[in-house]
């Protein structure tokens, strides 16, 4: 089958979305327009400092290379510092008020965070939210992202002196995220397992050259799987799922576009190109978390490790419980094909990779239709169902997650907070993130009637309503009232191309 799979304008799209930055230093700056007139003028000068994709694709790919011959070591003295900036409604009404208003036909965007609180179940009144509340909501936040904190300190300084002159704007707010090479733990969030493990692969062309795609397909092409996963369990997702102006996946087809899809959601062209990005700043409780975990393994007799799985889906070491039953198994969780190659209602056949990837065979592996093994409210079958329901339904609901912890962790400085600074990137806020969170994450009866919400993110807006997470293979729920996540400040944000950075926020 041959599929017209279209030339993303890699040098117009900025760096974070599509690829991520996945630095081991992020800061986040929230800003206030005072000015708007010197504000468009400060942001026009920071435009050549905005990292596009193709700069943050042509150093990732020299990074891996470079990794493959140090065998799995970092290349030292190889570094880059890059920037991306997004907006919220209140900022484009701001700098172009005219223009802002296609966004109202936007209803999460232009409502925001802080008023869709009710409908995402947030728990802490947004009045006393750190970031994004009714007397702190930014206009737009600066990404700075590097792989030396001393880089970061650099930049950061810089664009803060900046500010002194003319800038028309206030820095409201600051986040610092860091990963956990404190503990040894890259990659790992702060109740201790690896994230951002499973992401979706993206369909499109770098370039007009014959097979150069944005995300490498690494399945072999005589295996009928390879038209639908870029890798084991990384399904190909058209770009208009994340990007605006591009085909969006189809509902019905897991290989075809959306032949009707509104690329641009109806918002102007000059909006091509950008993507929808979602913050939220959710403070983790771990000492809660451990206990729970240690007295509730006691009363359903399990181990607390088992039961920590049973609640994320994964072990610590990310392998899967549908490849690991009994214990962890960090050989698996370190593989990044088969740690998801994996199905939940169907089993999954071996498969074979292309000569890039040595030609390796990752083995096939049951499903778990009932439950027994990941259960149905666990944590990464509730926000990634797979083949649960509808696979192609499921597909048009997939983000990219761009998140990082902030805070020491526990084992350092168990008295100080800690948690995840989490961010999605999408074509549409209300159709995916907000889908996700109201639907899956918070909804007792999704995957299954009576099997719990999610009880990593999933959340009830009224204090002293418990959480019910069912454990099929003891047939018995496990109840508990605290969440050990808090939602503590987020917003909602537009993230231009660079081109519209040019040539219509700033004139």
Request: aromatic residues 10%; charged residues 25%; proline residues 6%.
């Amino acid at each position: 089958m041959t599929l017209n799979e279209p030339i993303i304008e890699i040098n117009d799209i900025q760096g974070n979305s599509l690829a991520g930055f996945n630095k081991d230093f992020q800061d986040l700056l929230f800003f206030k327009i005072t000015q708007p007139d010197t504000a468009k003028k400060w942001i026009r000068d920071l435009v050549p400092q905005i990292s596009s994709l193709n700069e943050v694709l042509r150093f990732n790919n020299l990074f891996k290379s470079l990794r493959v011959r140090l065998n799995g070591e970092d290349p030292p003295g190889l570094a880059a510092t890059w920037v991306n900036v997004a907006f919220t409604f209140e900022g484009l009404k701001k700098l172009i008020p005219e223009e802002a208003e296609h966004f109202k036909k936007d209803e999460a965007f232009s409502q925001g965070m802080a008023a869709r609180s009710k409908v995402l179940g947030d728990r802490l009144d947004h009045q006393n939210w750190v970031i994004g509340g009714p007397t702190n909501l930014p206009d737009f936040l600066l990404i700075v992202a590097s792989d030396k904190e001393d880089l970061l300190n650099q930049r950061i300084s810089s664009i803060k002196e900046s500010l002194k002159v003319n800038g028309g704007l206030e820095l409201i707010h600051e986040e610092n995220g860091r990963t956990r090479k404190d503990t040894n733990k890259p990659g790992h969030e702060h109740f201790g397992y690896k994230d951002g493990i499973s992401q979706p692969g993206i369909r499109g062309l770098k370039s007009d050259k014959q097979e150069d795609f944005l995300t490498a397909r690494l399945i072999d092409p005589n295996d009928e799987r390879a038209q639908k996963f870029s890798k084991p369990g990384a399904p190909l997702i058209w770009p208009g799922q994340f990007v605006l102006g591009y085909q969006k996946q189809n509902k019905e087809d897991l290989v075809q576009p959306d032949p009707d899809s509104d690329t641009l959601a109806g918002l102007p062209d000059w909006a091509r190109n950008g993507s929808f990005l979602v913050f939220r700043r959710l403070q983790q409780d771990v000492a809660a978390f451990n206990k729970f975990i240690e007295n509730m393994a006691a009363e359903v007799g399990m181990n607390s490790d088992l039961l920590g799985a049973k609640l994320i889906g994964r072990w610590k070491s990310g392998a899967p419980l549908i490849r690991a039953k009994e214990e962890d198994n960090p050989p698996i969780g370190n593989d990044e094909f088969t740690s998801n190659h994996f199905s939940y209602v169907n089993s999954e056949p071996a498969i074979k990779l292309t000569q890039a990837v040595g030609n390796q065979e990752i083995p096939g592996v049951e499903g778990d239709s009932e439950g027994k093994i990941c259960p149905f409210a666990a944590h990464v079958r509730k926000l990634n169902p797979r083949d649960v329901r509808s696979a192609e339904f499921n597909r048009t609901k997939m983000l990219l997650r761009r998140g990082i912890p902030y805070g020491k962790s526990f084992e350092l400085a168990p008295d100080e907070e800690r948690g995840l600074l989490f961010m999605t990137y999408q074509a549409s806020i209300k159709d995916q993130f907000e889908f996700m969170q109201q639907f899956w994450a918070n909804d007792f009866n999704f995957p299954a009637d009576g099997d719990g919400e999610d009880p990593i993110v999933g959340q009830k807006d009224n204090d002293g309503e418990k959480h019910t997470f069912k454990l099929p293979e003891k047939d018995k729920n496990i109840n508990f009232m605290q969440e050990w996540v808090t939602m503590t400040g987020g917003a909602y944000f537009f993230q231009p191309s660079i081109k519209a950075l040019t040539d219509v926020l700033t004139v």
